[in-house]
C-alpha cells in the first residue's frame, strides 16, 4: 500500500492556511477591519440647506447645540475600503435604552427621511449605523450596547468642538478661518492628524482613527476637502412643519 504521508504534507499546510484564513474573517465572509474611523459633523453645517424640518430633525431640537456631533464610528481597511452589512443581530433599541439620552442628543438625525441599509427599510439612523457599519465592528466591540457607547466615550474623552473652542474658534456665521490653525489645533491635543472634510468653505465632518485597542492612530489617508480659509456657522434651529405637510418624507438610500 502506498505511503500518505506526501498527501498529508499537502493537505495539512492548506488546512492550516484555511484556519487563518477564517480567523481573519468576520461573520459575512467580510476580512476583518484594520482600524476605526470617529466621523464627527458640524451640526452648524448640516443645518445650512435644511428648509423644511420635522420635530425630530436636529435642525429643529434647540438641544442640540452648535458643534460637533457624532456621524458615525466606521470599521475600516487600510486600502480605503470598508466592510459593511456583516451579519449580526438586529438593532434593537432596547439593548441601548440606558443611552438613548446623550444619543439623542449626541449622535441626532439631520434627516426626517428613513433609512435603507442592508436590506433593512424604514430605519432609524441608528438602525442605519448599526446594520451598515456597527455589526462589522463585532470582533472587537461584539455587541450593539458596546459599539454605540464606545462611539459616545470617544466622542467625550477627544472633544473635538472642546479643543477647537479653547484655541479661539469659535462658531460664527462671519468668521473665517485658516484650515491650517484649525487642523494644527487638534494635532496639538491628540497627537495625530485630523481629516477634516468641507461644504464649500463650511466645515462639514473631522474624523479621526483609532487602532482595535482603541488608541489614537493616524488615518491612512489625511487629505482634506477643504480650502485654505473656512468657516464654522452657527447652527440655526428651524421652526418644524406639521408632519402630514412634509411632503418631503420617503426613504433614505
Excluded at 31 to 51: I, N
Excluded at 52 to 59: I, K, M, V
Excluded at 212 to 223: D, G, R
Amino acid at each position: 500500500m502506498a505511503s500518505s504521508l506526501p498527501a498529508l504534507q499537502i493537505i495539512l499546510p492548506l488546512l492550516l492556511l484555511l484556519g487563518t484564513c477564517s480567523a481573519n474573517l468576520i461573520r459575512g465572509g467580510h476580512k476583518e477591519f484594520d482600524y476605526f474611523t470617529l466621523a464627527l459633523t458640524w451640526s452648524g453645517t448640516e443645518c445650512l440647506s435644511v428648509k423644511d424640518s420635522c420635530p425630530t430633525n436636529a435642525c429643529s431640537r434647540s438641544e442640540v447645540e452648535t458643534g460637533f456631533t457624532i456621524k458615525g464610528l466606521w470599521p475600516d481597511y487600510d486600502d480605503g475600503t470598508w466592510p459593511s452589512c456583516c451579519e449580526g443581530a438586529k438593532y434593537d433599541e432596547n439593548e441601548i435604552s440606558i443611552l438613548s439620552n446623550d444619543l439623542s442628543k449626541y449622535w441626532p438625525s439631520y434627516s426626517c427621511m428613513s433609512s435603507s441599509a442592508c436590506g433593512s427599510f424604514d430605519a432609524s439612523d441608528l438602525a442605519y449605523e448599526w446594520a451598515k457599519h456597527g455589526t462589522c465592528s463585532s470582533p472587537v466591540l461584539g455587541n450593539q450596547y458596546e459599539y454605540f457607547s464606545t462611539a459616545l466615550m470617544l466622542y467625550f474623552k477627544y472633544n473635538i468642538s472642546e479643543i477647537l473652542s479653547e484655541s479661539g474658534y469659535l462658531p460664527s456665521n462671519t468668521a473665517e478661518y485658516k484650515l491650517e490653525g484649525i487642523m494644527s489645533a487638534i494635532q496639538s491635543a491628540l497627537r495625530v492628524t485630523p481629516v477634516v472634510k468641507c461644504k464649500s468653505d463650511a466645515v462639514e465632518q473631522v474624523q479621526i482613527c483609532f487602532d482595535k485597542t482603541l488608541q489614537l492612530q493616524e488615518c491612512p489617508s489625511t487629505a482634506s476637502t477643504c480650502p485654505s480659509l473656512v468657516s464654522l456657522p452657527i447652527k440655526n434651529t428651524i421652526k418644524p412643519l406639521e408632519t402630514n405637510n412634509l411632503s418631503f418624507r420617503g426613504m433614505r438610500a
